[in-house]
């Protein structure tokens, strides 16, 4: 089991700037690619990036150009840069470890979130 903990969430305005951080512990040689989640109230989990061990990533349509993903294999670390920020984008956002299989992200550890809202 991988234990993953965020923080960075904070208020802030429209267009504006914010870096989520994720500090993993544990097994974590049991996962071969880690990710960002966000739930938005009233609705479902969703993906919104994805990193594998050899650093390759992947993003929602709804972020690609404004979002980063990166990780720092040597401090077991996991980045999300989060530039030009909509209202839309105020949620809940996890860190996950898990899998990169067949062209998906299974992901099989959970933190505990971390609350990013956008709001003027």
């Known amino acids: 089991q991988v234990q993953l903990v965020e923080s960075g969430g904070a208020l802030v305005q429209p267009g504006g700037n914010l870096r989520l951080s994720c500090v993993a512990s544990?097994?974590?040689?049991?996962?071969?690619?880690m990710a960002w989640y966000r739930q938005a109230p009233g609705k479902q989990r969703e993906l919104v990036a994805s990193?594998?061990?050899?650093?390759?990533?992947h993003y929602a349509d709804s972020v690609k150009g404004r979002f980063t993903i990166s990780r720092d294999k040597t401090k077991n670390t996991l980045d999300l840069q989060m530039n030009s920020l909509k209202p839309e984008d105020t949620a809940v956002f996890y860190c996950s470890g898990g899998l990169w299989s067949g062209g998906d992200y299974i992901g099989t550890d959970w933190g505990q979130g971390t609350q990013v809202t956008v709001s003027s």
């Open positions: 990193i594998t061990n050899g650093g390759m990533a």
């Open positions: 544990g097994r974590i040689s049991s996962i071969n690619a």
